[in-house]
């Protein structure tokens, strides 16, 4: 499977991984061991040791945590993946004795590696996300969700918000995100924005029971900033009709896919909101976003991947309505500069 490598992706919320201990995860058909090394700091590994393929995963962190230790003839790598101790014969360490490592920066509570070549890494197209991880505890909900599907079926899923009229009916859809009208922002090459807006609908009923007053009319809002290759920032809200956004219900949530190989995505979600900020409603709160997730979104997603099966999207050619147009984009631009990135490793091969 090809995927965009000079790119960020999401390798995990990023207290998976506390000093001390490995976090095996395979990103993008790659196995990887993950640690911190002494400085804090984080490195991936290849999963694999280069003498008889051991997963390094199974060892275990030394030396203070600046080298990790193959558990089957005890050599040890650095975070760089260089062999910096062979406890046979006289300790000569072999030149090809060195595990393959990429990039990963830690930023607003998650972990981001660079598929690409580390020497290349940009962290300026690293997402700026603090505005949801940095919010109270008490309205924040947030979960990781394996799921058996392409990763872009994830995208299609958050950039054509209708499916929550008919897929959360009764408690996130309301009928009005159907009615309205998708409009498309264009934010460069990476990035783009689809939001739908309505106004006169009563608000769906996860919203209209926190609104100051209930079962009124209301302006609705739902607008999902994609960036490439497959994260996403969601606000959805609702306010009492002709009254400002800050009046009513509002929430920030973030929708992070990583492919894991064909057909399987590593899925974080994080949602956050500026209502029933306190221990007892997040508690009330959490269930019914859980729900959402692992028992509405996520079955429909892994049917859709198994009637798919290997064919690829488009070769299906799927009917497109008019709600797809943010879906759409989004693919287009994925391919675009999939096509462009294998474009220009040709012409330098």
């Known amino acids: 499977m090809t995927y965009l490598r000079r790119a960020w992706y999401v390798a995990g919320f990023a207290d998976e991984l506390p000093p001390g201990q490995l976090l095996a995860r395979t990103l993008l058909d790659e196995p990887l061991v993950l640690f911190r090394r ?43 993946g260089a062999c910096v101790h062979n406890p046979h014969g006289n300790g000569a360490i072999p030149k090809a004795a060195v595990v393959s490592s990429r990039r990963v920066v830690e930023r607003d509570g998650l972990l981001w590696l660079w598929a690409g070549d580390a020497a290349r890494a940009d962290e300026a197209l690293i997402p700026d996300f603090a505005a ?33 009229d008919y897929l959360h009916a009764g408690s996130l859809g309301s009928g009005a995100i159907t009615r309205a009208r998708a409009q498309l922002t264009d934010l460069g090459e990476r990035s783009m924005r689809v939001a739908w807006l309505s106004s006169g609908d009563q608000a769906p009923p996860a919203f209209d029971e926190h609104l100051r007053l209930r079962g009124q009319a209301t302006d609705q809002w739902t607008e999902v900033t994609w960036t490439a290759p497959c994260a996403m920032l969601l606000r959805v809200g609702a ?49 019914i976003v859980e729900f959402a ?36 984009r989004a693919r287009r631009k994925l391919d675009a500069l999939i096509a462009a990135e294998q474009g220009s490793q040709e012409e330098t091969a």
């Not at 924040?140 to 994830?154: K, S, V």
């Not at 509002?250 to 896919?257: F, G, K, S, V």
């Open 132 to 164: 949801v991880t940095s919010a109270p505890e008490h309205a924040t909900i947030r979960g990781y969700l394996p799921t058996a599907c392409d990763y872009r079926l994830l995208a299609d899923n958050i950039m054509d918000l209708t499916h929550a």
């Open 38 to 80: 002494a400085d804090g700091g984080v490195a991936a590994l290849l999963d694999r040791c280069p003498h008889r393929f051991v997963p390094l995963s199974a060892g275990t962190l030394c030396d203070g945590g600046a080298a990790l230790q193959c558990p089957y003839h005890g050599l040890r790598f650095d975070g760089s």
């Open 239 to 287: 306010a009492l009709q002709g009254e400002q956004r800050e009046r009513g219900v509002d929430t920030a949530n973030l929708h992070l896919a990583t492919p894991e190989a064909a057909g399987r995505t590593h899925y974080w979600y994080w949602s956050t909101r500026n209502f029933a900020v306190n221990p007892h409603a997040n508690a009330a709160i959490r269930p």
């Open 293 to 328: 997730f692992s028992q509405q979104d996520k079955p429909r997603l892994e049917a859709q991947q198994r009637r798919i099966g290997d064919a690829e999207f488009w070769s299906l050619r799927p009917v497109l309505l008019a709600s797809d147009a943010g879906a759409v």
